[in-house]
């Protein structure tokens, strides 16, 4: 049966992975596309481990580290809906495209690690979902390994993240004893290792087993049952609202790796994540079941291939249905541009496009005519989507052409994937000598990468390390003395001052001696 524009919407769950490397995200991933029938065997998200990107020629930074562009948006159906996992790459490839990634989902998946808890890169990717109020599901996973006791990673969440928490399920047990899960949303106990008729185990009226179980002679389910009693009565309030406007998190319990607790998960997500929300633009918000195509870029891959200059900017539709061909205006140029070469991310093959609507990504070819940011539509009316927030740097390289002859290049260069949105640009107060900010040190090398193969201009680096940068309210009061080699005083690329300071005792030695310079951060 044919399903109406209004329905294909509704249908659409789109969401990214928040986690700390090796907390399980690729694990979680496989195992979710493995519901929806995207892929035939875990193993196969990530190039690592199967070698099998290895002949795609996309990009070559990529390919040396065993990631691929394919991995970007994953796409599968599971229960009548149409569910888009953005990737969020972590570690050496925590890029600001990690950051703006965030910004084109109406959900997201926070995985923990039950023996780690909240580690730094969740922390940060959380702050960034917190300050966009979308929802944001918890996954505690590995809990077939000895982990923290369950109350202590709930009240982690509270402590370190400042969002209430509302166990969807509850561990009976863990590691070695890890007998199952007390479903408290399908009164249900989900029991671990079992066969498949055994699985689950309905709860009466009171939350307890009827019957004859063998899970019951065990001190784990009354503990399970003492703790879930005072859940229910001194736990968190969870309503959908609250879960909308990130107030509270649900909490699941699971093993990914075991594929424990997935299914149940995704089920429950399905049932409370939202479909594609309406977004700001500076005309009034875009619904996304309105009918007139509109998007905006969030991202941009260069092709690290000399022979192939080609880029994708991955798009994400806010309202309307993507059509081959369709003519759209670039609110920031004025221009009409056809969109004529894309790509869905149907899992592990780039597919053409058949049929996008709101909450899908696309990927357009790209011939050097998008910046990150923009917004595309194709109505008569030209609007922009509210500008994606500028994400404070922590890495600094100072740069410098390595051919004198070769500045026109050089300068050229940079301004060109500064505006892209590749890199940050600062100089130095008063001497503007040109210093690049990254979120990630992946940035530095594709920047480099792409001066010499782009405009033909080999630079030289010198890092000076990772930096706390602070803006200053008033920048009216700084004095040229305040600079130094431990608060180095530089301007962005808007000409705001910034103090880069070489640590967190320098910058508070700092705050101490001058207490008039009011120093904020962005995100
Ligand atoms: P990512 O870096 O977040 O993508 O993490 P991976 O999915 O690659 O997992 C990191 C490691 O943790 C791998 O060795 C996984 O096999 C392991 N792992 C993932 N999920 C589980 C789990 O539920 N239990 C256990 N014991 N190990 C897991």
Known sequence: MDMTFIDEVKSRRTFAIISHPDAGKTTLTEQLLLFGGAIRAAGTVKGKKTGKYATSDWMEIEKQRGISVTSSVMQFDYSGKRINILDTPGHQDFSEDTYRTLMAVDSAVMIIDAAKGIEAQTLKLFKVCKMRGIPIFTFVNKLDRQGREPLEIMEELEEVL????????????????????????????????????????????????????????????????????????????????????????????????????????????????????????????????????????????????????????????????????????????????????????????????????SGDIIGIHDTGNYQIGDTLSGGKKNFAFEKLPQFTPELFMRVTAKNVMKQKHFHKGINQLVQEGAIQLYKTYRTDEIILGAVGQLQFEVFEHRMKNEYNTDVMMENIGSKIARWIENEEDVKDAMSSQRSMLVKDRYGKLVFLFENDFAMRWFSDKHPEIKLYSLL
Not at 190 to 206: H, I, M, S
Not at 253 to 264: D, E, I, K, P, Y
Not at 313 to 341: D, H, N
Request: a negative charge; proline letters at 4%.
């Open 162 to 357: 400042g969002i209430e928490s509302y166990a969807m399920n509850w561990p009976i047990g863990m590691g070695k004893e890890f007998l199952g899960i007390y479903d408290r949303y399908h009164k249900r106990i989900e029991q671990f290792r079992v066969e498949d008729d055994k699985r689950f185990l309905p709860l009466n009226d009171e939350g307890e087993l009827d019957g004859d179980y063998e899970i019951k002679n065990s001190s784990l389910y009354d503990q399970a049952l003492e703790d879930v009693l005072l859940l229910n009565e001194a736990g968190n309030e969870f309503t959908t609202d609250r879960l909308q406007n990130g107030e509270v998190t649900p909490v699941f319990f699971g093993s990914a790796l075991t594929n424990f607790g997935v299914q149940t998960f995704l089920e429950t997500y399905l049932q409370f994540a939202p479909m594609p929300q309406p977004r700001k633009t500076d005309q009034g918000e875009v619904a996304a079941t309105e009918e007139e195509f509109s998007g905006f870029i969030f991202k941009i891959q260069a092709n690290m291939n000399p022979a192939h200059r080609d880029r994708i900017a991955f798009l994400r539709i806010c309202s309307g249905q993507f059509e081959r061909g369709m003519p759209v205006q670039l609110s920031r140029t004025g221009k009409t541009i056809k969109l004529s070469s894309s790509t869905s991310f149907l899992a592990d093959d780039r597919n053409t496009v058949d049929n996008a609507v």
